[in-house]
C-alpha cells in the first residue's frame, strides 16, 4: 500500500535526522579529545576563573577589543561620508563626476582590501614620502576607508534611487532647491532603506580589521587577530591554537549580535513595505 505523502516526508526527514546523529556520533568517537583539549583549550589561556585567574582574557577584552571597535568605527565613520559623496557624484547629472565615482568604485571594489592596506601602509608612503596621520595604523585605516567607501556607496546609490521620485517632485512643487531637497527628503529615506545592508557591512569591517596585522602595531595598538597571535607564541598557552580560539569567541560575541540586528530590520522593513 502506497505511504500518504506527509507520511513520506515524516520518514525522509527521520531517515536524515539519523544519518546526521550518526555522522556526529562517529565524529564524537573518532575524534582525539586530550589532544584538542591540549591545543585549543589550554588552561594556560582560558585560565580558571574559580581560582582567580583569568588567564589571557583581560588583555583581549581591553586591548583587542576595544582597538578593534575603534578601527571599525573610524572605518565605518569615514567610509560612509566618502560613500555618500561617491553615491552623489555617481547619479550626478555632471559627466565627469558620474565617471571619476565610477572608476573609483570599480577600482576598489576590484581590489583584494589586504593589497589596499599593504598599499596604503607601506607603496603610498614610500613612493611620495608622505607620513599617514596615525602612522602604519592609521594608513592601515584608511585602506579600510578606500574600501568600505567604495562599497558602501554602492549601497547608498541604490537607497537613494529606491526613494519614491514623487518625493522629489513634491519637495520641488515646495520651492526646495535640489540640494536641500536631497539632504531633507531623499537622503534619510535613503538611510532608513540602506539600514540593514550598512549594518551588515560595520559587521563585514570589524572582520576586516584583522588584515591590519600584516602592517605590526605597537602593544597598546594590537586589534584582536594581531593580539591572539602573539599571545600563541608567548603566553601560558605558547604553541597551542588556544587564543585564536579565544579571539574566535570574542569575534562571535560581537558579530553575533548584529547579524541578528540585521535579520530583524531586514523583517521589520519587509512588513513595513
Same mark, same amino acid.
Given at each position: 500500500?502506497?505511504?500518504?505523502?506527509?507520511?513520506?516526508?515524516?520518514?525522509?526527514?527521520?531517515?536524515?535526522?539519523?544519518?546526521?546523529?550518526?555522522?556526529?556520533?562517529?565524529?564524537?568517537?573518532?575524534?582525539?579529545?586530550?589532544?584538542?583539549?591540549?591545543?585549543?583549550?589550554?588552561?594556560?589561556?582560558?585560565?580558571?576563573?574559580?581560582?582567580?585567574?583569568?588567564?589571557?582574557?583581560?588583555?583581549?577584552?581591553?586591548?583587542?577589543?576595544?582597538?578593534?571597535?575603534?578601527?571599525?568605527?573610524?572605518?565605518?565613520?569615514?567610509?560612509?561620508?566618502?560613500?555618500?559623496?561617491?553615491?552623489?557624484?555617481?547619479?550626478?547629472?555632471?559627466?565627469?563626476?558620474?565617471?571619476?565615482?565610477?572608476?573609483?568604485?570599480?577600482?576598489?571594489?576590484?581590489?583584494?582590501?589586504?593589497?589596499? *592596506?599593504?598599499?596604503?601602509?607601506?607603496?603610498?608612503?614610500?613612493?611620495?614620502?608622505?607620513?599617514?596621520?596615525?602612522?602604519?595604523?592609521?594608513?592601515?585605516?584608511?585602506?579600510?576607508?578606500?574600501?568600505?567607501?567604495?562599497?558602501?556607496?554602492?549601497?547608498?546609490?541604490?537607497?537613494?534611487?529606491?526613494?519614491?521620485?514623487?518625493?522629489?517632485?513634491?519637495?520641488?512643487?515646495?520651492?526646495?532647491?535640489?540640494?536641500?531637497?536631497?539632504?531633507?527628503?531623499?537622503?534619510?529615506?535613503?538611510?532608513?532603506? *540602506?539600514?540593514?545592508?550598512?549594518?551588515?557591512?560595520?559587521?563585514?569591517?570589524?572582520?576586516?580589521?584583522?588584515?591590519?596585522?600584516?602592517?605590526?602595531?605597537?602593544?597598546?595598538?594590537?586589534?584582536?587577530?594581531?593580539?591572539?597571535?602573539?599571545? *600563541?607564541?608567548?603566553?601560558?598557552?605558547?604553541?597551542?591554537?588556544?587564543?585564536?580560539?579565544?579571539?574566535?569567541?570574542?569575534?562571535?560575541?560581537?558579530?553575533?549580535?548584529?547579524?541578528?540586528?540585521?535579520?530583524?530590520?531586514?523583517?521589520?522593513?519587509?512588513?513595513?513595505?
Amino acid at each position: 500500500m502506497a505511504l500518504k505523502r506527509t507520511t513520506k516526508r515524516r520518514v525522509v526527514q527521520g531517515v536524515l535526522y539519523a544519518v546526521l546523529l550518526g555522522v556526529a556520533v562517529a565524529l564524537a568517537f573518532a575524534a582525539d579529545w586530550p589532544t584538542i583539549h591540549d591545543n585549543f583549550f589550554a588552561p594556560g589561556g582560558f585560565g580558571n576563573p574559580f581560582k582567580g585567574d583569568w588567564g589571557t582574557w583581560p588583555d583581549l577584552i581591553t586591548v583587542g577589543v576595544k582597538n578593534t571597535l575603534i578601527y571599525t568605527a573610524i572605518a565605518f565613520a569615514a567610509g560612509l561620508v566618502l560613500a555618500v559623496l561617491l553615491a552623489l557624484m555617481r547619479l550626478s547629472p555632471v559627466g565627469p563626476y558620474r565617471w571619476l565615482a565610477t572608476v573609483y568604485i570599480e577600482f576598489f571594489r576590484g581590489l583584494p582590501a589586504l593589497l589596499v *592596506v599593504l598599499l596604503m601602509a607601506f607603496g603610498i608612503p614610500i613612493a611620495f614620502q608622505w607620513t599617514p596621520p596615525g602612522g602604519a595604523v592609521g594608513a592601515g585605516v584608511i585602506g579600510l576607508i578606500l574600501v568600505a567607501g567604495a562599497y558602501m556607496a554602492e549601497t547608498v546609490r541604490a537607497g537613494i534611487q529606491a526613494v519614491p521620485k514623487g518625493q522629489t517632485e513634491a519637495a520641488r512643487s515646495l520651492g526646495m532647491s535640489g540640494a536641500r531637497t536631497t539632504v531633507t527628503v531623499v537622503l534619510p529615506q535613503a538611510f532608513r532603506i *540602506v539600514i540593514p545592508p550598512l549594518t551588515n557591512e560595520f559587521v563585514l569591517l570589524i572582520k576586516d580589521t584583522a588584515l591590519l596585522f600584516v602592517i605590526g602595531f605597537a602593544a597598546d595598538q594590537r586589534e584582536l587577530t594581531t593580539l591572539a597571535r602573539d599571545f *600563541v607564541a608567548s603566553s601560558p598557552s605558547a604553541g597551542t591554537s588556544t587564543s585564536y580560539i579565544q579571539a574566535a569567541i570574542l569575534y562571535l560575541v560581537i558579530t553575533l549580535p548584529l547579524t541578528q540586528l540585521v535579520s530583524y530590520l531586514e523583517k521589520r522593513q519587509r512588513r513595513s513595505r
